[in-house]
């Protein structure tokens, strides 16, 4: 007899600036998703909170419902908990990238409502999310990084900002402590780019974050797993501007993307410990997505951040290094569900649910 059809319920779309992102990704998971393996459902978030469920039989056999390759927030209005109890056997796959989706929010949810799902937990998430906590604890595990600082958007006075760039030897780049792909990321060669650029993060989060500028080359390793993650293959990333920002990674589609990356051996192994250590130090789970800077004539391999929730289609690094490391889409994806449900169940044991 066949197994039983596993219902995978999809969360997408979100208040965050990265809804757009997060709506393609959701379009791509769901056509790899197996239809003899699984019921997909998709339940949209609109930009303003509503969570919006689209009957169940739209997403039977992989043919949602998308506009030029995103998933359409569409369908009647829901209370979170309720559509989330409907599917009490689901597995759960949040793809809602950057605040109230990847920051643990929504995982705080789930786990009250005891539902397995895919990545990190509350912990992980919230930490990955915030890059100025990651930071120290990138620190405390030993892990090589740029020099970086986070100030409140209070602590940000002319004065404070000009005494940072005049104890800096070079350029500085300033990000929202809480945000990803690249939204609200300036770089600043001025003291008046600087507080332009905190202006502009501030946009996003109250919390800044600035760090030297790292010359060198933009080195990702995909990690997966729960208790004993592996690394894949490192990929590289070449911007068609001065940094790898949003609209290379999303509008232009300018930038060259070299999977695996042109390593040696010795420094491909040593960026796949680090990427498995910097996943060990924040307790992430499920997936993730680990960047470095490569200074070859300097410091060798610096952290970057991690993304608990990474881009997720094709074409996206993430599992573009999977598939380079022998692990296809759709298989992924499998995997990333037993993993989800490998954990609850550990989970399970230790709450006595």
Known sequence: MNAPRQTLVVLFGGQSAEHDVSRVTASHVIRAADPSRYDVVAVGIDRDGTWRASPAHEWRGNSPRD?????????????????????????????????????GTVQGMLELLGLPYVGSGVLASAVA???????????????????????HYDECSPRNLLMLWNDSATDLFVKPANMGSSVGVSRASSPEELAAAVDAAARYDNWIVIEEAVHGREIEVAVLGNREPRASLPGEITPSKDFYDYEDKYVDD?????????????????????????????????????????EEDGRGFLINEINTIPG??????????WEASGLAYPALIDELVRLALERHSARRRTTDR
């Open 312 to 321: 997720f289609t094709p074409i996206s690094m993430y599992p573009k290094m």
């Open 67 to 103: 506009t030029g390759g995103s998933l359409a927030v569409t369908g009647d209005a829901v209370e979170p908990s309720a559509v989330l109890r409907r599917h009490s056997g689901a597995v759960i796959v949040p793809l809602l990238h950057g605040p109230l989706g990847e920051d």
């Open 129 to 151: 999310m915030d890059k100025g906590v990651a930071k120290r604890l990138f620190a405390e595990a030993g892990l090589p990084q740029a020099g970086s600082v986070t100030m």
């Open 254 to 294: 300018a930038a060259t993307l070299t999977v695996p990356a042109r390593l040696t051996a010795e420094q491909t192994e040593e960026v796949r410990r680090l990427a498995v250590r910097a996943y060990r130090a924040l307790r992430c789970e499920g997936m993730a997505r680990v960047d470095f800077f490569l």
